[in-house]
């Protein structure tokens, strides 16, 4: 949950009264892994269990993570939260068949209430939002065979501007209250708590439900302050293990990483809730919105759907009903997963299923397309002559002999379930396609990449065939092999193509699949399609290109997006102010927020780089982050932490050659709280 929206102003994050920041979160991740876990290439390495586990609840609720619906990530406290909102959104999880794909609760978040109790010290609904009331709104979610939840505070008044009241000190009265109503889930935030110990505060609402004999679900929503994964395994059955998620790319990936190493903490009955879903609210492009529900899922996390589902697209409800990824999360082991490999931003992350099986999600955080491969044996599964190996979001059976390797989209995550299985040789054999970058191409240009298929089957792929679709107007011509009469397991074809963009084409990212034909030994037909991207890139002016000029390649931003010539501001375009740092002003720059990354190219036409950097005034003296620069994947320049006390502090690079240069902002080593970082001044020499 947050605080008032005027409190948050300038902050860069909707919840910051008594939080820890996210890096301190993150570092309090339970007991601390050994050294050799913390090292940069096992950052999400999990800490070792806790000696003594506190016991389950006895009531049998949760075995599984909660799914279902909270309104908040999209409506907040808007006019449209209301009574018919509600009935809607149940009636939708029919149509919809997201009740069928496991989806139970209907939750209301803030601003169901009145500010004032009534004379009995009762919570009064909102009249003008639910003229029914509360029991009315119940009666009809579970009328439609669903479940209904509700939303206080551990303080004395809630998480919202309007300081609605909360349930310190009422503890008894309020959960009777919700009992009375028919209330099944309690999600219960940490706004405004006087300093009472949390562990008592949380307690006594947890014996408040217990004593009105109604099974509740308990969520405790105090976002990771106090190690609620060490403690509330009897009191809660899930507790937040974070801040407050935000609807973009940088956010979703800060809150996994957070999130990750607690696997010994989650289990049935006792999760770990790394927050709300963000999919379908429009931050995210398909495929991010794809790895945010992959990794939800892989954690065995709560799945509360965060859209506003009445304006959902077809694209939305996909992935969101994706019963063979929900199952993932729904499994009756109730393992989360745990990080078997990064490097690079390339993750391979491990989940143990009931029936033996494996879950094995390849996550590819960077901005182009990566490979990441692993084994059979190395995910833990036992020696075999192959393995039947699901794809989960193309929902393709295939079989492997023992690699588990895919070229994965940036942004993207590819999930699959592995099983050992003597009939593997009845499913065709996996092949992987994959290119070796993203082509940058300039209008009337061309460019070469090379594609290669691969089988990681036992038996051949015959009658192969390898396509690359160019955009329209745009040519991609093979200039060797694209065919192949059967393709042995074991083996590969690589292909070289020549990429043409027309002139005069207007810059900017276009689709450029690549596509794999096959039959299997049987006879059955494989397609199979990775996603790609070309950009039609513009060269820089020679002599001075500030980078606020240049078009970007990508551009990721922890908070909000990233502004040109003025600070990043709150979390809306456009809503910065002047670039300020110690005082003073700059008329040029990016504005961003941690963790940031901008992308540009420079063509190898560009030789220096510069740029005043720091903290901007707007946050005054808070806030941390350190600056880098790199040059086609090498870092040539960093700036070290600076906080918002510095002046601004000059960084300069060599970026002689680069085709493209990032600008990487890093939380300083704090979290991202008030990290509103400049990029005041920035130009190249070209």
Request: proline residues 7%.
């Amino acid at each position: 949950m947050r605080v008032p929206i005027r409190s948050t102003r300038r902050t860069g994050h909707r919840r910051f009264v008594g939080a820890l920041s996210l890096a301190l979160l993150c570092a309090a991740g339970a007991t601390a892994p050994p050294a050799a876990a913390r090292t940069p290439g096992n950052p999400g390495a999990a800490p070792a269990a806790p000696a003594h586990p506190a016991p389950r609840l006895p009531d049998g609720l949760a075995k599984t993570p909660p799914m279902g619906f909270n309104n908040w990530n999209s409506t907040h406290c808007r006019a449209e939260f209301t009574e018919d909102m509600v009935k809607g959104i149940a009636d939708l999880f029919l149509a919809k068949g997201l009740k069928d794909a496991g989806y139970q609760y209907v939750n209301l978040d803030d601003c169901w209430a009145l500010p004032t109790r009534d004379a009995n010290g009762k919570l009064v609904p909102d009249p003008r939002r639910f003229p029914h009331g509360i029991k009315a709104v119940a009666d009809y979610v579970h009328s439609k065979g669903l479940k209904f939840g509700i939303y206080t505070s551990a303080g004395t008044k809630t998480c919202n501007s309007a300081g609605f009241p909360g349930g310190l000190g009422h503890e008894k009265s309020d959960a009777q209250q919700f009992a009375d109503w028919g209330v099944d889930y309690l999600k219960y935030d940490n706004c405004n708590n006087q300093g009472v110990d949390a562990q008592q505060r949380y307690r006594t609402m947890r014996d408040a439900l217990r004593a009105t004999g109604r099974p509740i679900v308990y969520s405790i929503c105090e976002w990771g302050e106090n190690k609620p994964w060490e403690w509330a395994s009897d009191v809660g059955h899930l507790w937040r293990t974070t801040g407050d998620i935000s609807d973009s790319w940088s956010s979703m990936l800060a809150i996994a990483r957070q999130n990750l190493p607690l696997a010994p903490y989650a289990g049935p009955g006792h999760w770990n809730d790394p927050d709300m879903l963000e999919v379908g609210n429009g931050g995210m492009t398909d495929t991010e919105y794809r790895s945010h529900f992959s990794l939800w899922s892989m954690m065995a996390a709560p799945l509360l759907i965060g859209s506003d589902l009445r304006k959902a697209g077809p694209e939305t409800f996909e992935i969101l009903a994706n019963k063979d990824v929900i199952a993932l999360d729904q499994d009756a082991l109730g393992k989360q997963a745990t990080v078997l490999a990064s490097e690079s931003g390339r993750w391979t992350l491990v989940k143990h299923l009931a029936d033996g099986g494996r879950a094995v999600a390849l996550l590819n955080e960077t901005d182009r397309p990566q490979r990441i491969a692993t084994t059979a044996r190395a995910v833990g599964l036992p020696q075999a002559a192959g393995y039947r190996l699901r794809d989960l979001w193309q929902h393709r059976d295939t079989h492997t002999t023992g690699a588990i390797a895919a070229t994965v989209p940036a942004h993207g995550t590819t999930v699959y379930r592995v099983t050992a299985d003597t009939n593997w040789a009845t499913y065709p054999p996996a092949v992987e396609t994959g290119t070796d970058r993203t082509p940058l191409v300039e209008a009337g240009a061309s460019t070469d990449i090379r594609s290669t298929v691969r089988n990681l089957g036992g038996t051949p792929a015959r009658n192969l065939t390898v396509t690359l679709k160019a955009p329209q107007g745009w040519h991609a011509t093979a200039a060797s092999p694209a065919t192949a009469r059967a393709l042995p397991g074991g083996r590969s074809l690589t292909t070289t193509w020549r990429i043409t963009a027309p002139a005069g084409a207007s810059p900017g990212a276009y689709d450029l699949p690549l596509t794999a034909d096959y039959r299997s030994p049987r006879g059955e037909r494989v397609t199979t399609t990775l996603p790609g991207t070309a950009h039609l890139v513009v060269p820089p002016p020679a002599g001075t290109a500030y980078a606020a000029e240049l078009p970007w390649l990508t551009a990721a931003n922890g908070w909000g997006p990233v502004e040109r010539n003025t600070s990043v501001g709150e979390n809306a375009a456009g809503d910065g102010g002047p670039l300020r740092i110690g005082g003073t002003g700059f008329t040029k720059g990016l504005g961003v927020h941690a963790a940031s990354d901008v992308t540009l190219y420079t063509g190898r036409r560009c030789s220096a780089f510069t740029a005043r950097v720091g903290i901007d005034d707007e946050v005054g003296d808070r806030g941390s982050a350190g600056f880098e620069v790199w040059a086609d994947g090498k870092r040539v320049a960093t700036s070290g932490t600076v906080t918002g006390a510095d002046a601004a502090r000059t960084l300069t690079a060599a970026v002689a050659g680069a085709e493209t240069v990032r600008l990487v902002v890093t939380d300083g080593g704090d979290g991202i709280d008030y990290d509103h970082a400049d990029w005041a001044d920035a130009k190249f020499s070209c």
